[in-house]
């Protein structure tokens, strides 16, 4: 069965903390996406990438091919970015565009 | 530039009243798509399109409807709702459905069935 497991499942850090929430699949993918649901239940797309490295302000995405993991960093953690944080992949045998969506990661960054 | 605008935010229906949950994009996207969110699991696809005219099954279709008539409107029909299908709502976009495409998502409907 194709899954998609994010960790931990609530997180809760200080302002000005380093961050990381992991992602981990159970078989090949095409592409993994990160997302960012907001408190009012919004969702925005933060990340997509299919191999190495990406960067956005203080938001680093990474990918291991080979282990099958990924992992969204922040840097200096606010409290603004309290928010659930999704990771979402296409496993390669999937047809079509259907992603398979973790259950996602609570962040709450205390002031 | 609106981006993808979902109708209605709030909903609530009686067993076996029908309703259509409307989706709109602004931004020539092919791929549309329809997701309901649960509490303690993932989003799930209901339905997508690929363009006008084409739709397909997802991973959770049953008691739902959706046409594409439009590039821009992708609206899903609930033709005798159920309370199992009390849930948030989210419909998305995208330019394609390659891998290098971002989803765009609408803010979201909570529907709830009594």
């Known amino acids: 069965k194709n899954e998609v497991e994010q960790s931990p499942q609530n997180l809760t850090a200080q302002e000005g903390e380093f961050i990381t929430i992991n992602c981990s699949y159970s078989?090949?993918?095409?592409?993994l996406h990160w997302l960012q649901q907001h408190p009012g239940g919004g969702i925005v797309s933060l990340f997509m990438?299919?191999?190495g490295k990406k960067k956005h302000g203080r938001l680093i995405a990474t990918i291991n091919i080979q282990e099958k993991h990924s992992s969204l960093h922040i840097t200096a953690s606010h409290p603004r970015d309290s928010a659930v944080y999704i990771c979402?992949?296409?496993?390669?045998?999937?047809?079509?565009?259907?992603?398979?969506f973790g259950e996602g990661t609570q962040l709450t960054v205390n002031p | 530039n609106a981006g993808v605008t979902q109708t209605p935010k709030f909903q609530v229906l009686k067993t076996g009243q029908s309703m259509t949950l409307q989706c709109a994009q602004d931004?020539?996207?092919?791929?549309m798509s329809w997701y309901r969110q649960d509490p303690g699991m993932g989003l799930r696809l209901i339905h997508y399109?690929?363009?006008?005219?084409?739709?397909d099954q997802g991973e959770v279709p049953n008691g739902y409807n959706v046409s594409r008539s439009t590039t821009e409107d992708f609206p899903l029909r609930l033709l005798s709702a159920a309370p199992s299908q009390t849930s948030v709502y989210f419909c998305?976009?995208?330019?394609?459905?390659?891998?290098?495409?971002?989803?765009?998502f609408g803010n979201g409907t909570r529907l709830t069935v009594t």
């Open positions: 078989v090949g993918i095409s592409a």
């Open positions: 931004m020539n996207h092919e791929y």
């Open positions: 998305a976009s995208s330019y394609s459905s390659g891998i290098g495409s971002p989803l765009h």
């Open positions: 990438l299919s191999s």
């Open positions: 399109s690929v363009g006008a005219g084409i739709t």
């Open positions: 979402a992949v296409r496993f390669m045998e999937t047809s079509g565009s259907r992603l398979t």
